[in-house]
């Protein structure tokens, strides 16, 4: 298959995404059958694009890069979507077309990436977003939406960049239930409670991880615990079928006082770990997001820098840990292709199992 | 699909598995359109039988644990399998015909395990084994048999028990290469360090992990290293297309003496694992397995008791880690009900493939 793609957001994550198809092009057409082109780009600052007959977009990246503009914005992100849908009829009835959603996470609603997944649905294509916001705010009612537009919805890259989570318990753990988890979620604030037991000021760490590009565009989203709350909500939504917001997830970040309790706990052979956990006591489902000081021998207090684990807790397997050791743009962006191949996998049964219905009915005719 | 099973060796493992399958019965028809009957079980010790008609499991497991015999044996294990095989001639062509094989390891030549699996791929039956020695001793020739049997050959309890190791690379990772891993993957040995750490002696040790079943029948293959051995060749040989053998792994095992070696590192603030280690240089693969002293903030390091991890190097996501936190009888049948699973959802795809064939020569035919 050949996909066509529309990129909602073209920041860090899109342009290393474009970069990662082209350069894993042909494995992953080889192996996997998997080839696709940039058909439309919108971009909140740097204008927008749209052409049936493809878009280079690793030279556009460049040139976004250099801070040049593409072409000046005529629709609204959500309008894009539609627009660009309705141009691209025959690859969304082909199934074909895929709607990357790339934005930054409004924390306060999901807002628009919500609307722009709604918009790609309704308008025959998949959707696969790195946004938390759709899984966090929305999760069951898109999950519908697209299981009645006969598309999918994937994101992948919400929680722990390309390591595979929801991959991981659909694919690989059929008829386990998963019962709760617990696990360090965000490398922003892990980093500085690592740095600042080794001594380092919370200003100074802070100011590390917005340089290296690591931290939210809005910090407060990594310290107050909201990135955390989002990717609680997102895995508990999806793999627990709770029904939460980042909102409704109870939540403390972390503060400059948190140096003080990092060190001492430090001195005590302890850690102070943002931990967030979802725990299932019959049918209520509860979240939190907060410090806690932890043993040294927990697998979650070993986690240095900016590493991440979820440890899961089934009904069947015991406990199982996944723990990403290291993080980076290449793994969000991988996460983006990880779900297209997905989506090609997925391709292939429903297209075979639409042409067994049209040649059921072929015979039919032929005969009567 | 109801698959027909034929159960070579009905140890804890395959019992536990048929319990299992009856156990999950509903959500496994109902999610994952599964549903399975014995129609045949072999054994070393407790004769064999076939019956298309089929066979109640779960009452001849129980019969097995009073210790009654089934019926005597009048066919060798691999005969029967043959045998099995032409009489579910209906079920195989339809590709519902599996055999489960759950000998217990042989650490010679991996026999007669391998002959199962090619006798069951040669009758047409898809083969899923919980046996080390089929992956660890012949994994390029069995997998080339399957392909071209086009059948399956999978064997995800082969190691970490139901954590899905294989099943996680081969689905969840696409266009990633694993370009080494290290790993502790033998639940006795870790057992005994962690129990000598804390000044148990050896054979306290092993006595308690052979009285509770989770040391193998003959326990030198887990204290030599044979069964990390052979667990080290399997992985090495699926993921990184290496061509070991068991007896081709560096292996060094522990001895009474370990437990002097383990006091004195953990005197000194660290921990002695039994580390398997598998390493790529350009196409030179070198696999090891020995005792190592390590700091106590390795991941490794912190699996206390009998858990499990393995840290996979890749080339796109860096490190990921998988931990095992427990392990028991149900993880390794699980892991047998995992892999029927992936069976299920493939023949989806063949049969849809095969019916689309069909039709298409059936209206060729209907117009000439």
């Known amino acids: 298959v050949t996909f066509d793609l529309v990129l909602v957001g073209f920041g860090n994550v899109a ?11 042909t494995i992953l057409e080889r192996d996997h059958q998997v080839s696709a082109r940039v ?7 740097h204008g927008q694009m749209f052409s049936l007959k493809g878009i280079d977009a690793v030279a556009v990246a460049r040139r976004v890069e250099r801070g040049e503009s593409i072409q000046p914005p005529a629709l609204s992100s959500v309008e894009f979507v539609r627009d660009a849908a309705r141009r691209s009829a025959t690859a969304a009835h082909e199934r074909r077309l895929v709607v990357v959603e790339t934005t930054t996470l409004d924390i306060a ?14 308008g025959g294509a998949h959707v696969i977003t790195a946004n938390k916001g759709p899984a966090a705010f929305a999760y069951h009612a898109l999950a519908r939406e697209a299981n009645r537009a006969n598309r999918r919805f994937l994101f992948e890259g919400a929680v722990m960049d390309g390591i595979p989570i929801f991959n991981l318990v659909r694919e690989t753990l059929p008829a386990v239930a998963i019962t709760g988890f617990r696990g360090v979620v965000n490398s922003t604030t892990n980093f500085m409670l690592t740095a600042m ?4 000021s919370f200003e100074d760490a802070l100011a590390e991880m917005q340089a290296r ?11 107050d615990g909201w990135d955390a709350a989002a990717k609680t909500a997102a895995l508990a ?9 980042p909102r409704t997830v109870k939540r403390q970040g972390i503060t400059p006082d948190s140096r003080r309790q990092a060190l001492e706990a430090r001195a005590a052979g302890r850690r102070v770990k943002l931990v967030a956990r979802v725990d299932r006591d019959g049918r209520r489902i509860t979240a939190s997001v907060a410090p806690e000081s932890l043993p040294e021998n927990d697998l979650l207090a070993g986690l240095e820098g900016q590493q991440n684990a979820i440890i899961f807790r089934t009904d069947l397997l015991d406990e199982i840990a996944v723990v990403q050791r290291g993080g980076s743009l290449t793994q969000t962006a991988y996460a983006l292709v990880s779900d297209l191949v997905t989506i090609a996998r997925e391709n292939v049964v429903s297209r075979a199992v639409a042409v067994r219905r049209k040649t059921t009915r072929a015979i039919r005719r032929s005969r009567s």
């Open 15 to 25: 342009r290393r995404f474009v970069g990662l198809l082209h350069e894993r092009r």
């Open 237 to 245: 939504n999806v793999l627990l079928g709770a029904r939460l917001t």
């Open 197 to 200: 037991e080794q001594g380092r």
């Open 39 to 45: 058909v439309g780009i919108v971009t909140r600052r």
């Open 213 to 223: 590009g690591i931290a939210e565009a809005d910090p407060t989203l990594d310290i």
């Open 109 to 122: 609603r999901g807002e628009p990436a919500i609307a722009h997944v709604r918009a790609a649905l309704s």
